[in-house]
């Protein structure tokens, strides 16, 4: 169970990026600049969290091959996954560095090549209470993603600079349902975009 919820915990912060409402600047007073809409936003990292998901085992190791990507190109990860306990607490700290190299994948109707600008990097601590009676996140995401999307290509780079805080919802034992629920804050700037906003962000097997 522990294992289970290590790795999950891993990906999470990457998949509740899905759901802020992030764009980069699309004022049509710089032409000059290729950039992304909302929609295809949340497509991009749609995408980065699917493919984040091909390493539902053990993190790898650093210098590990990287991970294919489903259209071409891989991804490499790296990093820790700590535990530190007390009595009535277990906290799991993580420094995971995820480094997309020219991985192409389809997301919500868009596909797109995504590389590291230089990479993307999740450091915070789970804090779990009793027997997974409450989990706590805190989590920062900085880093950033160079992107090419369409035809003609466009490209551009996308920065991160998030802050996520807020409880993990597991299923009950005897449920059969294996997906965790994610409740939270979400504050920073993605894509240069200012975003403080509530979510709910679903992971699981």
Known sequence: MLQRIRVALALVVVLAVVLAPAACNDDPAVPAVDTLNDDEVVALVHGLATVGQLTDTEMPEAGAPAVQCPLGGGVAFSGTVTADSTATTKTLRSEIVMTPQDCRFEARGTTFTA???????????VTITGFFE??????DITGAVDWETGTPARQGTCNVALDLEGEIELPGVESADTVAVLR????????????NMSLDSIGGD
């Not at 590389?115 to 601590?125: E, K, L, Y």
């Not at 409450?134 to 989590?139: A, F, H, K």
């Open 184 to 195: 939270g804050t979400l504050s920073g700037t993605m894509c240069d975009e200012a975003i």
């Open 134 to 139: 409450q989990i706590e996140v805190d989590y």
């Open 115 to 125: 590389s590291g600008a230089p990479d993307i990097r999740q450091t915070g601590d």
